[in-house]
RNA sequence: UGUCCCAUGGUGUAAUUGGCAACACGUCAGGUUUUGGUUCUGUAAUUUAAGGUUCGAGUCCUUAUGGGACAACCA
């Protein structure tokens, strides 16, 4: 870190779970130790919400001198698999983080178990045979209390003798659950007796055929960080009313260790933020699942996808994303952000970064009359002027060029800075060149009318280096590649998958509405043009060399991205970001 | 007709804890520039409402309004 971002970062003031962790400290809770996690569900992809909590988890126990585990949240056997857990791990080194350890909540399920015997013992559970559809019928409603279950006052040792049935297989799904027995009437909907445990008769990747029944989240998540030793579980504001049960779980099984500190004293602790929301995108983990499983997007690491795999091959920098994390901070507001701070974040963070490169993306001849037929000559174009270091490469210069289309215009008037008849312009890293002011004289169209060539005579004293080359001209500075030194490649540009500020509402309202779910509520919000594939545009030849993941800036277009699919014969780029674009 | 949470420029966040409302992105206008990029300078725009406490309120209290979360054998 240099000295800058040093004093930069110690006028910023903390959010707010930082002051509740400072303080902590400086009180000495929990033996003056900070421990926090990163749990996710090895079910799915992370995507750039799970950022922003790893930046938390992560990022505070380093920034407080404390650990972070890095845990698998695998209770659920149906969903989870080995695959996710290796993607996890992969985007968050990616990130730039490292874990204390990886952990599982597998690895207590025995803990669980015993726990939750000794709970049945001490008539905090019982075991239920009701169908869900009893349970939940008994629930009530948030307005309505609930009623008790008939088997809730079932003796202890009927509960253990079923609940040593629910793990032997024999156990029909749904036959039997674990309850904590706690208060049907609770205002508090998690609190009217929260299943425990259930039947799922399924090996587990981890633990094999060892488990059949296996225990909820709530059962599992304060338990989990207490015998890990975590002192801040930080989540989202969607667990808000989970706290109250994750404490009464924390206390009892500090009871059932015969752990008689202080109550308030060495336990974890929940504390939320509010998640990230990005406006025109969908976050959620199942419903990006649709997307990929319906072939809207190619994969989980397409690039228009916001999970971390597809923000990377877009071409987004780790960096990128931590200084948009950053801009957008911690609150409990439920906020909507825009995409584009999260663009500007990236634009800042490439333009230090991005190798200028010159690609043609909508090419139109340009014949430089006056240039001698077999001259070609080596301009050097610098890397990035941003970066002294980044070093400087060659680029082939001949009197045949390929320019943008729309850097010539027949009449653009006064305002129009480009290329015209009689407008004169510089050729980035080249010579300055005019068109005559006969439009007959410098415009070859097709029979349609379309513009097949342009003609222009250069200033042989006004390469770039020579002092011709200083004298001040009315027209801009345009990229170019010479027709016989370049490469055709493809080009992929894209835009927001989404046509509405708020997919998630938008999709749910059209499910409430229209009685569909799924991808048929999605389709009436995609965007049908997320996705340009550009096959008719050049580069450069050096850019074609670069490996993949290779951050670039197209002069004058934008940040791009060498892609996966590139071939020596045809590299492909994935627009980043388009740069800011002012005219 | 429940419980809990939230409300500061367009968007997101600050405000030394009750003491001059600011920062970033975006807007608009200009300077520099061999990228209509970058950079620099300037610009307009903010405490949801009403009442209360106080010398003093974005901050505390009350009420209203608006928004969010909670009723999976998911996490």
Not at 174 to 179: D, E, H, V
Not at 295 to 320: E, F, H, K
Not at 464 to 492: F, Q, Y
Request: with cysteine; net charge negative; glycine share 6%.
């Amino acid at each position: 870190m240099t000295q800058q971002e040093n004093t930069t970062e110690s006028k910023k003031s903390l959010n707010f779970i930082e002051k509740i962790v400072q303080q902590d400290l400086v009180e000495g809770k929990n033996g003056g130790r900070l421990q926090t996690r990163f749990p996710p569900e090895p079910n799915g992809y992370l995507h750039i919400g799970h950022a922003k909590a790893i930046v938390m988890d992560f990022g505070i126990a380093e920034k407080f001198g404390g650990l972070c585990y890095l845990r698998m949240d695998d209770t659920n056997p149906q969903k989870e698999d080995l695959e996710y857990v290796r993607a996890i791990e992969e985007d968050i080194q990616w990130l730039g983080y490292k874990w204390g350890k990886v952990c599982y909540a597998s690895d207590y399920f025995q803990d669980l178990w015993d726990f939750a015997e000794w709970c049945i013992l001490t008539g905090k559970a019982y075991v239920d045979e009701q169908s869900s559809e009893e349970i939940a019928a008994q629930k009530g409603t948030p307005t309505q209390a609930g009623k008790n279950s008939p088997y809730r006052d079932r003796p202890a040792t009927e509960s253990l003798k079923l609940f040593r049935e629910m793990n032997s297989g024999c156990v029909e799904p749904g036959k039997m659950i674990l309850r904590a027995k706690i208060d049907m009437a609770s205002p508090n909907m998690h609190f009217r007796d929260p299943i425990m445990y259930r039947v799922l008769n399924l090996p587990h990747w981890r633990t094999g055929t060892k488990w059949n029944a296996y225990p909820m989240y709530d059962f599992t998540h304060g338990q989990s960080d207490y015998l890990e030793g975590v002192t801040h579980s930080i989540c989202t504001l969607e667990f808000v009313p989970h706290r109250e049960l994750y404490d009464l779980f924390v206390t009892w099984i500090k009871e059932w260790k015969g752990d008689d500190g202080d109550i308030n004293d060495n336990r974890p602790r929940q504390f939320e933020f509010n998640k990230l929301n990005l406006n025109y995108t969908l976050m959620s983990k199942r419903n990006l699942l649709i997307l990929t499983n319906e072939g809207v997007v190619n994969g989980w690491d397409d690039p228009r996808m916001p999970t971390l795999c597809g923000i990377r091959r877009r071409g987004y920098s780790p960096q990128a994303i931590l200084n948009f994390i950053d801009k957008i901070g911690y609150t409990t507001f439920d906020a909507l952000n825009d995409i584009k701070l999260m663009e500007a974040a990236c634009r800042e963070d490439l333009n230090q970064r991005a190798l200028r490169v010159s690609a043609v993306v909508d090419p139109v001849k340009l014949v430089i009359d006056n240039y001698p037929e077999d001259l070609v000559e080596e301009m050097t174009a610098i890397n990035n002027p941003e970066d002294e270091d980044s070093g400087t490469h060659i680029i082939r210069f001949s009197r045949e060029l390929y320019i943008e289309r729309d850097d010539f215009m027949e009449d653009g008037g006064k305002k129009f800075m480009r290329l015209g008849p009689g407008k004169e312009v510089r050729l980035k890293n080249g010579y300055i060149i005019k068109c005559d002011e006969d439009p007959t004289k410098c415009i070859e169209k097709d029979a349609a009318g379309n513009i097949i060539c342009i003609h222009a005579t250069y200033d042989p004293e006004s390469r770039s280096g020579m002092p011709g080359a200083d004298r001040k001209i009315k027209g801009k500075t345009l990229h170019w590649v010479s027709t016989n030194h370049c490469v055709p490649c493809e080009v992929r540009d894209y835009s927001c998958l989404w046509t509405c500020e708020n997919p998630r509402d938008a999709i749910k309202q059209y499910e409430k509405d229209h009685g569909v779910r799924g991808i048929d509520a999605m389709r009436p919000f995609l965007n049908p043009d997320s996705l340009k594939i550009n096959k008719n545009a050049f580069i450069e030849e050096w850019a074609s060399t670069l490996p993949v993941f290779t951050y670039l800036q197209f002069q004058r277009i934008g940040y791009y991205n060498v892609d996966k699919d590139s071939t020596p014969e045809c590299p492909v780029f994935n627009r980043t970001v388009g740069l800011r674009d002012t005219k």
